[in-house]
């Protein structure tokens, strides 16, 4: 019970309650700013809805990473969203920093309705070249999905899915917003596969460069030669002073598990 007092007038004692304070309740935090550079850009659903209200129920989306990489996978990612929530935030892989693409990992994989991720190796992108290389990232990503696409979107202006469903977006991984989450998804995924493999080979910063050109990668391979992750078949090795023979020979290791002839150098482009 509170303090009381005496009023004189009516001859009660009557609670003098408390005045509350002033202070001011603290607020929920604000949603962290967006970056200015995000602002204003974020891709949409408008081609979805077009697909959804036409009967396609299943539209995936597909987008690649890896295809500059000296070493590492050449990675797809496959998307399919829900057409009634969205996850703030969410922008092709390639205008979002590192932190950043963590973070929206987790939402982006638990806001999917299907997601997966294909790979090809190294090894894979010296015997077929990259350009089937990306088709079997692409048809690994699909086939993992656990649904049937009716409809696929695919950044840029080459199918290389090729099922007669597709639809070309050039800049698609900028503005929409399924390719978008198969960017993030596709990204983050290599990007940890190359910090896991960054100790097993010390000196080339797979950690940082994640496998891409940069001049300590190419310091490395100068000093060391490449490793067993490393695209074998690139013009790059040719720069390397030891590289002629020892890039002859692992062509001739490739044409062997192909069956073809080794000197036919357009194969292994």
């Known amino acids: 019970m509170g303090p009381v007092s005496e009023s004189h007038r009516s001859g009660r004692y009557v609670r003098v309650v408390p005045a509350r ?3 001011t309740r603290p607020r929920p935090s604000a949603r962290p700013k967006m970056r200015r550079a995000l602002q204003g850009k974020a891709p949409t659903l408008a081609v979805e809805r077009e697909l959804w209200a036409a009967g396609h129920e299943v539209v995936v989306g597909l987008d690649e990473v890896g295809k500059g990489a000296w070493a590492g996978p050449l990675t797809v990612g496959a998307a399919v969203l829900p057409p009634d929530r969205r996850v703030n935030g969410v922008r092709d892989s390639k205008a979002l920093t590192e932190p950043e693409r963590e973070k929206l990992y987790d939402k982006v994989a638990g806001w999917c309705t299907a997601w997966a991720v294909g790979h090809a190796s190294a090894a894979e992108c010296d015997r077929l070249g990259m350009s089937e290389a990306q088709r079997l990232a692409a048809r690994r990503a699909l086939a993992a999905l656990g649904v049937t696409p009716t409809a696929v979107l695919l950044d840029g202006k080459w199918d290389f899915v090729g099922r007669g469903n597709t639809r070309k977006i050039v800049k698609g991984d900028a ?8 960017s993030v998804l596709a990204k983050v995924t290599r990007d940890r596969i ?11 910063e797979f950690d940082a460069n994640k496998g891409y050109p940069c001049p300590r990668h190419k310091l490395a391979l100068r000093g060391q030669g490449p490793t067993a992750i ?18 002859e020979v692992a062509l001739a ?3 062997a ?10 194969l292994f482009g």
């Open 257 to 266: 598990k192909a069956g073809i002839d080794p000197h036919q150098g357009a």
């Open 194 to 204: 190359m910090r896991g493999v960054a100790d097993h080979h010390p000196g080339f």
């Open 230 to 247: 490393h695209r074998m078949s690139w013009a790059f090795v040719d720069d390397l002073p030891w590289s002629t023979a020892a890039r």
């Open 175 to 182: 503005t929409c917003l399924t390719i978008s989450a198969a």
């Open 21 to 23: 304070s002033t202070a």
């Open 253 to 255: 290791r490739l044409a």
